[in-house]
Each structure stands twice: as structure tokens, then as C-alpha cells.
């Protein structure tokens, strides 16, 4: 190869990324609080187990590694096993996040724990919008009152939670 050839080949190689549009990956580790509601129906499963078929939501508020504050809706169905002998507690569910009509977040989560006090993980597993292929994971505690609340309850009675509290420590996420 010549050596006018070499410098032309360097050349259009700097332009062409020069030109093209940079796609540099997004990352961040967030910190989110959710004080949430809950609505559903209870189940007598066996003698001992009951499970909560329902949804909870509230408003998930956002803190950034730079201290930025954000927002969203959050409302993720879900199934809540409860060990009424042992007082354990398994839970698992689905969940839509919106910070705009546009721009929204799916995301699952799990624990296991005693009753009214739940850890697992929650994992950020799609997105639309500015939220396209998204991913990441972080810790998740979730406390709830609901061992007062189905003591005495029948099965197929409605419950309502009126308060509850969902953590999730050390969100690591990552859009592309």
C-alpha cells in the first residue's frame, strides 16, 4: 500500500466517526421509595397457606447517583403466598412504570421473607420510550401490615391495604 493510500484510508475512517451518531449506553445506580396500596382477593389454599391475588400501586420516587429527584406511577399485580403457621411469606409480581404516557418501564419482582417483611430483588427487564432495552437489577424490601389485616378473613374476601412501604437499594440500570 502506498503511503497516499494509508492517509486516505485514515482519513475517511476518522470522518466516518466523526459523522456517525454517538450511542453511548446510559448507566446510573438510583435509590427508589414506594409507598404503595394494595387491592385484592384472599384464597385459603390449604390449612395452613393463603395467598393474595391482587395488585399494589403508588407513586415511585426516583433519587440519582448526582441527587437528581424523579418520578413515576407504579402499579405491578401481584401474588403473595403466606405461610400462616411458620409466618413465612413469598411474593412475586409484575409491574408497569410510567413517567410519561411515552416513556415506560416493566419490571419484576420477588422476595421472601416473614409475614409484613419481604427482601428479593427487583429487575428492570424492558422499557418504551426513552427507556427502550433497558436493564438492571437492585434490592428489594417490601414491609406491609397485612398480618393484621387477614387474621379472620374468610376465603374470596377483598382486602385493601391502605399503606405499605417497597425500597429498592442500589438499582443498577442500563439502557443502550
Known amino acids: 500500500m502506498t503511503l ?3 492517509f486516505l484510508v485514515q482519513v475517511v475512517a476518522i470522518l466516518l466517526l466523526a459523522l456517525s451518531p454517538a ?3 446510559r448507566q446510573d445506580t438510583v435509590q427508589v421509595i414506594i409507598p404503595w396500596e394494595a387491592e385484592g382477593q384472599v ?3 390449604d390449612t395452613h397457606t393463603m395467598l393474595f391475588l391482587g395488585a399494589m400501586e403508588g407513586i415511585m420516587y426516583i433519587e440519582s447517583s448526582r441527587g437528581e429527584m424523579h418520578e413515576a406511577f407504579v402499579q405491578c399485580p401481584i401474588m403473595q403466598k403466606l405461610d400462616l403457621e411458620t409466618g413465612a411469606t413469598e411474593v412475586t409480581g409484575r409491574c408497569e412504570i410510567s413517567a410519561s404516557p411515552v416513556d415506560v418501564l416493566y419490571a419484576e419482582l420477588s422476595c421472601k421473607g416473614e409475614i409484613g417483611d419481604c427482601k428479593g430483588e427487583f429487575t428492570l427487564i424492558d422499557g ?3 427507556f427502550a432495552g433497558i436493564s438492571g437489577t437492585g ?3 417490601v414491609r406491609s401490615p397485612i398480618q393484621g389485616l387477614i387474621a379472620g378473613l374468610g376465603s374470596g ?3 385493601r391495604v ?3 412501604l417497597a425500597i429498592v437499594k442500589d438499582l443498577k440500570y442500563r439502557i443502550p
Open 128 to 130: 418504551e420510550g426513552r
Open 139 to 141: 434490592e428489594l424490601r
Open 4 to 6: 497516499k493510500r494509508i
Open 157 to 159: 374476601a377483598i382486602l
Open 43 to 45: 384464597f385459603q389454599v
Open 162 to 164: 391502605g399503606s405499605g
Open 23 to 25: 450511542h453511548a449506553a
